[in-house]
């Protein structure tokens, strides 16, 4: 089949052309109705897109090629020194190691944690609604508020946490939280996902509603037990589910800074940064704004690359 | 099915409609207040958000607006370290206030100074007689290159705050030297007592007491030509010797009990104001805060217990300072208002209601104040010898970003054990040179 259609014979033009040569109609006139409005609908969010997200990032990008204090009107360009740079740095390391545990292991956690919560919670009839009350709670809280509360739980001398573990008789277990380099990360790390959970905990309770009966009872004539029903009937009806959860946990876990500059804002001995920490630290602190930008370019190639692998393997998942 | 018809005039309009309530929306966004017809709005940015200084700063505000018919001060209170990336990043848009409150220093102020965005004071200066009756040390810490750009408020020191009441509850008395505190740090274990209250979860509290630490050891003509011309070092086998003192030996001994790094600057203010220790590590800044909070004990601050067994000095420095903005709006009212800042109509709202000790010579018997902040003013003022007595802290003059930050990760990793005071004497003398 030829690659170029001829153009139909009698075709007539919808308009006589003008006379003294042909004027083409604009670019609006040329759209059909239909896509005028969806235009008219679209461009509002548009310039939105471009003003907030794709002109800051190319502004990034550049800045990222620059060494510059933020305030200064010369910006020296360093090409790609800053990235170079990055390759030297300890602190990139760390904070690169502790962003992934963040997001692999807090993706994690909230998921199991939601999925499992919102599965005890499932056919409690009406005792379901204080459950969802009680767990979708801290996601209306400001982080910033979780923040403090969970600093005031971690408090060495005062701490709720601290005290309980006395009590019990594990007090060999107190320690000062947030001031430990092993655990300060996985200290916060707990009071985020105690933060997250909420919002996933209702998508997975919602979606429980759909489960197929017949196909549970089935499974249990059937012989299967309760991990067996968990493993093959419930979890394959919840994928969308889990796909949605999934996406909006990278994105959040992503996106993580606030709790972390509340309650250590990167210490003790920076065992606390993330990437998005360094970057503002960088940035805003330390006044080297180019290094800060060229931090954030690397965040946002990660997140890319995370978000491109888990769209695709949902597909192939999918399409199996 | 029906389909809507788009004329060109509607798409342009709801075109247009989008984004005037775009434009609209915008508006809001760094808004100045705008004065009234024949009135000056005078946009004064500082970070003073603990009381009572406060309110004395409101106070200070109404103050001037008294005396100068027609200028009135639209105030924007923002914590500290947020002040320092917003002022900063407002003032290089051209879009900051006329007088702003920020940090001395290379790595604070400086970083403006450099970028233009501060106007030289050193004309007002002797107009207003500042070279006389303004500290020599405050100046020198809103000096840049031989120009004047700031005006510091306040003659503030670091040292330790004691509870005198409750130490003699306890049968102890205030440690005068190093022996003394080992002493008292073994009594205050058996009460279940902190010795003294120290957190370093904050980045900054590690500057006070290494500015102690520097103060005592080089004392203050050594320690001011260090930290302002770079005439020293920080690896200094006697710097190195006082961090393994302060830092290793005194914490191992559980001077500043257990959690050292879990607890931030309130954290440790609570343990003190609750009681639950006998000594504080702070500074004459809180003196109003304390006295309200321990209002019938008997409370006093000392420089840290001598390391040589002969020096105790204070580490004195300015808070901050005053700096007015190159593209001040409203300028002539910014000059008077700094102007204004320590005249006879203002001193006692910094004096009395503040509670703080300003950079200027005052007879403390001519105000209503308490006998702890005449204490604290006569320390603050050098206690009759402020050369001897008074140091510098090692955050301000040339310090920049990699230091401050090599003090705040450094000092923990001692604390955790995991450096070497040699390591950090040698890493803090890197980062100086690297912040150069």
């Given at each position: 089949m030829s690659r170029t259609a001829a153009p139909?014979?009698?075709?007539?033009?919808?308009r006589p052309a003008p006379a003294g040569g042909a004027r083409r109609p604009g670019p609006l006139r040329r759209l059909s109705p239909a896509a005028r409005l969806a235009a008219a609908f679209l461009a509002p969010a548009i310039v939105l897109y471009l003003v907030f997200v794709l002109i800051p990032l190319v502004q990034s990008v550049w800045l990222s090629l620059h060494e510059w204090d933020?305030?200064?009107p010369v910006k020296t360009f360093v090409g790609l020194g800053n990235y170079l740079d990055l390759m030297d740095d300890r602190l990139f390391g760390v904070s690169l190691r502790n962003t992934l545990i963040w997001v692999g292991l807090g993706t994690a956690a909230s998921l199991a944690l939601a999925l499992g919560l919102a599965l005890l919670a499932w056919?409690?009839?009406?005792?379901f609604a204080v459950f969802r009350t009680l767990y979708f709670?801290?996601?209306?809280?400001p982080t910033v508020v979780v923040g403090i509360v969970w600093g005031w739980i971690y408090?060495?001398?005062?701490?709720v946490l601290n005290k309980g573990l006395e009590a019990v008789g594990?007090?060999?277990?107190?320690?000062?939280w947030l001031g430990d380099p092993d655990i300060a990360v996985y200290a916060i790390l707990a009071a985020s996902v105690w933060a997250s959970i909420g919002l996933s905990f209702v998508i997975f309770s919602a979606a429980l509603n759909n489960v197929s009966a017949e196909l549970l009872d089935a499974a249990k004539v059937d012989g299967a037990n309760a991990l067996q029903r968990f493993r093959h009937v419930i979890v394959p009806q919840l994928s969308h589910a889990v796909t949605l959860v999934t996406s909006l946990l990278l994105i959040h876990n992503f996106q993580a800074f606030d709790m972390v500059w509340v309650m250590t804002r990167g210490g003790?001995?920076?065992?606390?940064?993330?990437i998005a920490t360094y970057t503002y630290q960088n940035a805003f602190?330390?006044?080297q704004v180019g290094y800060g930008a060229a931090l954030s370019v690397v965040l946002t190639v990660i997140c890319l690359i995370v978000t491109v692998v888990f769209v695709r393997l949902r597909e192939r998942t999918s399409e199996v | 099915m029906t389909t809507t018809h788009l004329s060109r005039r509607s798409f342009i309009g709801a075109g247009l409609a989008g984004s005037a309530a775009l434009v609209l929306s915008g508006c809001g966004f760094g808004r100045q207040e705008q004065a009234a017809e024949g009135q000056t709005t005078l946009s004064v940015w500082d970070s003073?958000?603990?009381?009572p200084v406060n309110t004395s700063v409101d106070a200070l505000g109404d103050a001037f607006s008294k005396a100068n018919s027609g200028v009135s001060i639209d105030r924007n209170i923002v914590q500290y370290d947020q002040l320092t990336a917003l002022a900063k990043t407002a003032m290089a848009s051209g879009?900051?206030?006329?007088l702003v409150y920020y940090s001395v220093g290379k790595g604070n102020a400086g970083i403006l100074v450099d970028a233009g965005l501060l106007a030289p004071l050193d004309d007002l200066a002797e107009e207003a007689g500042w070279t006389s009756s303004i500290a020599p040390f405050a100046l020198r810490e809103a000096t840049f290159d031989g120009v004047l750009y700031g005006l510091p408020n306040e003659s503030e020191v670091s040292g330790w705050w004691y509870n005198r009441s409750l130490l003699e509850q306890h049968g102890l008395a205030v440690p005068e030297t190093a022996d003394d505190l080992l002493t008292l740090t073994e009594a205050a274990k058996s009460l279940g007592i902190v010795p003294v209250a120290y957190g370093?979860?904050?980045?900054?509290?590690s500057f006070w007491l290494f500015s102690q630490v520097a103060c005592n050891i080089m004392q203050s003509d050594a320690l001011g030509r260090l930290v302002?011309?770079?005439?020293?070092?920080?690896?200094s086998p006697e710097i190195v010797q006082a961090i393994q003192t302060v830092f290793v030996d005194w914490h191992q001994a559980g001077?500043?009990?257990?959690?050292v790094n879990a607890l931030k600057a309130q954290d440790a203010t609570d343990l003190w104001t609750g009681e639950q220790a006998f000594l504080l590590v702070n500074g004459s800044w809180a003196t109003g805060t304390h006295a309200e909070a321990l209002p019938d004990r008997e409370l006093g601050m000392m420089p840290l217990p001598s390391l040589d067994g002969e020096h105790r000095v204070f580490s004195a420095g300015s808070g901050g300072a005053y700096w007015l903005s190159?593209?001040?709006?409203e300028a002539d009212a910014a000059k008077d208002f700094l102007k204004f800042v320590f005249s006879d109509d203002a001193l006692p709202i910094w004096?009395?209601?503040?509670?703080l000790v300003p950079p200027v010579e005052f007879d403390p018997g001519s105000y209503e104040t308490e006998e702890l902040q005449n204490r604290i003013a006569t320390a603050a003022s050098g206690d009759g010898d402020p050369q001897k007595n008074l140091g510098y802290q090692?955050?301000?003059?040339?310090?920049a970003a990699p230091f401050l930050n090599m003090m705040t990760e450094g000092f923990q990793a001692i604390i955790a054990g995991d450096k070497t005071p040699q390591q950090q004497a040698d890493d803090l003398q890197a980062a100086w040179e690297e912040g150069l």
């Open positions: 139909p014979a009698a075709a007539p033009p919808r933020g305030v200064n056919g409690t009839g009406r005792g709670m801290p996601q209306v809280l408090h060495p001398s005062f701490g594990l007090g060999s277990l107190a320690r000062g003790p001995q920076n065992s606390t940064q993330l602190a330390d006044n | 003073f958000t603990t009381e879009d900051g206030p006329d370093q979860g904050d980045f900054y509290t302002y011309e770079n005439d020293g070092a920080w690896n001077v500043f009990g257990e959690n190159a593209n001040a709006g004096i009395e209601q503040a509670q090692v955050n301000h003059g040339l310090a």
